[in-house]
C-alpha cells in the first residue's frame, strides 16, 4: 500500500466548479504539503501545515484552500476553477529530520 | 532569496556512459540539497541530500552528487548509465527562511534520456 495516497488520480472538469483533491498518509507524519506542478517550472508550494490548527500559506496560495481533517488527512479545494489551475498536483509529507515523501499526484484538468 | 536552476530542459546520454544533470543554487547560510526522481505517472522519489560533511554524498540507484560550495553548485552523477534511469530529475534546496518549515524550492527539472 501506498505511505501518501492521492485522490482522484486524474479529474477534469470544467472553468467555475469547485473541486477537492485529497491526501492521505500512513506515515505518521506531522508535516504535509501541496505543490503544484507545470512544465519548465518545477514544483512550486501551495500550501503546508505543521497539523490540524496550523496551516500555512506557501508562495502560490490564491485561489485555493486546504483543510486538514486529521493528521493522516490533507485535503487542496478549488473553490471556483479556472484553466491556468490546470496542473499536477502534489501531497507530500515529511518526518523529523527526514526528506519529504510524495504522493502519485493528481492531474488536473480545467476547460 | 533563496533559488535553485537545473540549466538543462534535457540531458541524453549512451548507455554506459557517466551522467551528469547540472544544479546550481543560490541560498544565504549553509545549503540542505536534495535531489529527487520522477518516472512518468508517479510521484517524485528522493534520490540523496547534503546536509553537511563529506562533499561527495551518495544515493540510490547507483546516484552520487558532488557539492561545491565555491561554485555553488550540487550536479547528480552517475558512473555509468542505464536505460531505465530515463526520468525527470528535480535538485531542491530547503528554504532555511524565517523557520524551519521544511519547505523545499525546486528547479525546474532536467529530462534525462538514456539510450540503447
Known amino acids: 500500500d501506498a505511505d501518501v495516497t492521492q485522490t482522484p488520480r486524474n479529474r477534469i472538469t470544467k472553468t467555475g466548479k469547485r473541486i477537492m483533491l485529497e491526501c492521505s498518509q500512513t506515515k505518521g507524519h506531522d508535516r504535509m504539503y501541496w505543490y503544484r506542478q507545470d512544465p519548465g517550472l518545477g514544483l512550486r508550494l501551495i500550501y503546508y501545515s505543521f497539523d490540524v490548527k496550523d496551516i500555512n500559506k506557501g508562495e502560490i496560495s490564491d485561489g485555493y484552500s486546504v483543510s486538514r481533517q486529521a493528521q493522516a488527512k490533507f485535503s487542496l479545494s478549488l473553490e471556483s476553477a479556472i484553466p491556468n489551475q490546470t496542473a499536477l498536483y502534489f501531497c507530500?509529507?515529511?518526518?523529523?529530520?527526514?526528506?519529504?515523501?510524495f504522493g502519485d499526484g493528481t492531474r488536473l484538468s480545467i476547460l | 532569496a533563496q533559488s535553485v536552476a537545473q540549466p538543462e530542459d534535457q540531458v541524453n546520454v549512451a548507455e554506459g556512459n557517466p551522467l551528469t544533470v547540472k544544479c546550481t543554487y543560490s541560498?544565504?547560510?549553509?545549503?540542505?540539497l536534495f535531489w529527487y526522481v520522477q518516472y512518468p505517472n508517479r510521484g517524485l522519489q528522493f534520490l540523496l541530500k547534503?546536509?553537511?560533511?563529506?562533499?561527495l554524498v551518495k544515493g540510490s540507484y547507483g546516484f552520487e552528487a558532488e557539492f561545491n560550495k565555491s561554485q555553488t553548485s550540487f550536479h547528480l552523477k552517475k558512473p555509468s548509465a542505464l536505460v531505465s534511469d530515463s526520468a525527470l530529475y528535480f535538485c531542491?534546496?530547503?528554504?532555511?527562511?524565517?523557520?524551519?518549515?521544511?519547505?523545499?524550492?525546486f528547479g525546474q527539472g532536467t529530462t534525462l534520456q538514456v539510450k540503447p
Open positions: 507530500a509529507t515529511m518526518g523529523v529530520g527526514q526528506p519529504q515523501h
Open positions: 541560498v544565504s547560510g549553509n545549503p540542505y
Open positions: 531542491a534546496v530547503r528554504d532555511l527562511g524565517s523557520s524551519n518549515t521544511g519547505k523545499l524550492i
Open positions: 547534503y546536509i553537511t560533511g563529506d562533499n
